[in-house]
T-cell receptor, first 113, second 114 residues
Framework: SQKIEQNSEALNIQEGKTATLTCNYTNYSPAYLQWYRQDPGRGPVFLLLIRENEKEKRKERLKVTFDTTLKQSLFHITASQPADSATYLCALDMWGSQGNLIFGKGTKLSVKP | EPEVTQTPSHQVTQMGQEVILRCVPISNHLYFYWYRQILGQKVEFLVSFYNNEISEKSEIFDDQFSVERPDGSNFTLKIRSTKLEDSAMYFC????????????FGPGTRLTVL
């Protein structure tokens, strides 16, 4: 079955720096790879989606890359702020599924002022 | 801005009891989902629902669970004969259309089974 690994459970960076989070998966590439933000005790909030045939997607300070050869996605937050502190979840939307998402365990990002 | 709502926010029940978790998806969305998240663990898919029937379910979603969309707005998850290990956050999500778009998650219901 599909497995997802997010590089570290926790990542601590200084305000203003770029945070880079990694998502690796096994087996087949998804049709879409999505990134969500989750705050404690809250539901996931959608951030970005990238398609299997796309290499990069940007939205404001966020950038996602997708390498199907490496079976890896990188998620970047530039000019990070303390308000970016949260857990970031990688999720796969596989071909042939009904849109149900396979989530990674997440990386908890802490941005220090 | 439209949002998915869930009630109750917290449900405490005794082992063996039945619970019903309620969700109101975004009104023009067609695809509905339930996920659960045990404390400290990842979000896990339970079931998807489209066109008034289950379209896919995970191994977790056994005969103990059922879903219903009774009135065209509410979407419910029923858990029969609850067990201690059913304690988790349960998230409802909805999606507008098929393929390649975001899911909108509700705030969750925290279920505690004593």
């Amino acid at each position: 079955s599909q497995k997802i690994e997010q590089n570290s459970e926790a990542l601590n960076i200084q305000e203003g720096k770029t945070a880079t989070l990694t998502c690796n998966y096994t087996n087949y590439s998804p049709a879409y790879l999505q990134w969500y933000r989750q705050d404690p005790g809250r539901g996931p909030v959608f951030l970005l989606l990238i398609r299997e045939n796309e290499k990069e997607k940007r939205k404001e300070r966020l950038k996602v890359t997708f390498d199907t050869t490496l079976k890896q996605s990188l998620f970047h937050i530039t000019a990070s702020q303390p308000a970016d502190s949260a857990t970031y979840l990688c999720a796969l939307d596989m071909w042939g599924s009904q849109g149900n998402l396979i989530f990674g365990k997440g990386t908890k990002l802490s941005v220090k002022p | 801005e439209p949002e998915v709502t869930q009630t109750p926010s917290h449900q405490v029940t005794q082992m063996g009891q039945e619970v019903i978790l309620r969700c109101v998806p975004i009104s023009n969305h067609l695809y509905f989902y339930w996920y659960r998240q045990i404390l400290g663990q990842k979000v896990e898919f339970l079931v998807s629902f489209y066109n008034n029937e289950i379209s896919e379910k995970s191994e977790i979603f056994d005969d103990q669970f059922s879903v219903e969309r009774p009135d065209g707005s509410n979407f419910t998850l029923k858990i029969r004969s609850t067990k201690l290990e059913d304690s988790a956050m349960y998230f409802c999500a909805s999606r507008e259309r098929e393929g390649g778009n975001e899911q909108f998650f509700g705030p969750g219901t925290r279920l505690t089974v004593l």
